[in-house]
């Protein structure tokens, strides 16, 4: 059995001729690997800015200690 699952969605006739056209202009060769793409890049954005702001409240928790 495979490990991976499928996700379907629908759109409409022009959000899939701009899905194609932004598929090919950020060079994937698949609707399926740029849709891939999206979808994971705004999860590594969010753990960036918790990281980030983790960093900031111990530097904050630093100076307040002083």
Known sequence: MSNTR???FRV????YERIVN???AKG??????????????????????ILETNSLIKK???ILEK
């Open 22 to 24: 932004n598929t090919k």
């Open 28 to 49: 994937h060769t698949t609707i399926s690997s740029y849709l891939r793409s999206l979808a994971l890049e705004k999860d590594l954005f969010i753990e960036g800015k």
């Open 60 to 62: 904050i928790l630093q």
């Open 12 to 15: 409409s006739r022009n959000d």
């Open 6 to 8: 499928r996700i379907d």
